[in-house]
C-alpha cells in the first residue's frame, strides 16, 4: 500500500509540473489543466487520502509558484523594454504609442537602428551562453541559433509585429499561439530565438 506521504509528494511533483506546463501555455487556455487538478486533489480529499488542510497547502504553493512565475516574466520584460528604450533614445511609452500606430521599431530607432540590432543580438546572444551554461542547450545548438541571429533580429525589428512579449500594440501571438501580449519578447532559455 502506497503511504499517504508518497502520494502527497506526487501530487506536490505533479502540482509543479502543471505550473511549469502553464508557464508556457497560450493565454488562450481555458483553464482546463486547473479545473483537472481541483478535481484530482478533491477527489483524494473525498478518499480519506489528503486532507483539506494538506490540499490548501498544494493550492497556496501552486499560487505562490505562479505568482514568482509571473514575476519573473515580468522582470525580464521591464528589462528589455529598457534596453530598447534605452538604446533608442525615447521613453518607453512613446515606443509603444508608436508602434500601435503600426511603426516598426527600425523607422522609430532612425538612425539608431543598427545599434538596437547590435544591443539585440548582444541580449539574445547572453540567453543562448546562459542556456548552455544551464545545461538547456548543447554548444552546438547554440552556434547553430546564433548563427542566424542578425538577420532574425533585424526582420523582426523592421516587422509590424516585432519580436513578441515587451513592447508592441498588444496583438496576441501570431502561428504557434505563444498568447504574449505585445511587440516584442526576449527568448526563454533554451528556446530559439523567433520560437
Do not use: C, W, Y
Amino acid at each position: 500500500m502506497v503511504s499517504k506521504k508518497k502520494i502527497v509528494v506526487a501530487v506536490i511533483t505533479a502540482t509543479a509540473l502543471s505550473i511549469g506546463a502553464a508557464g508556457t501555455a497560450s493565454a488562450h487556455s481555458n483553464g482546463a489543466k486547473g479545473d483537472h487538478l481541483s478535481t484530482i486533489l478533491s477527489d483524494l480529499v473525498k478518499k480519506g487520502t489528503l486532507t483539506q488542510a494538506q490540499v490548501d497547502a498544494i493550492n497556496a504553493a501552486k499560487e505562490t509558484a505562479k505568482s514568482a512565475v509571473r514575476a519573473a516574466h515580468d522582470a525580464k520584460r521591464a528589462e528589455f523594454e529598457a534596453l530598447i528604450a534605452k538604446t533608442i533614445g525615447l521613453d518607453a511609452a512613446v515606443i509603444k504609442t508608436r508602434l500601435a500606430a503600426g511603426e516598426t521599431l527600425g523607422a522609430i530607432a532612425g538612425a539608431k537602428k543598427d545599434a538596437l540590432i547590435a544591443a539585440l543580438v548582444a541580449e539574445k546572444s547572453k540567453r543562448i551562453d546562459a542556456a548552455v551554461t544551464a545545461g538547456k542547450l548543447t554548444p552546438a545548438q547554440a552556434t547553430t541559433m546564433k548563427a542566424g541571429l542578425v538577420s532574425l533580429v533585424t526582420a523582426k525589428v523592421d516587422s509590424t509585429r516585432g519580436l513578441k512579449g515587451g513592447l508592441g500594440k498588444g496583438h496576441k501571438g501570431g502561428k504557434g499561439g505563444h498568447g504574449h501580449k505585445g511587440g516584442m519578447k526576449p527568448p526563454a532559455a533554451g528556446v530559439a530565438p523567433g520560437a
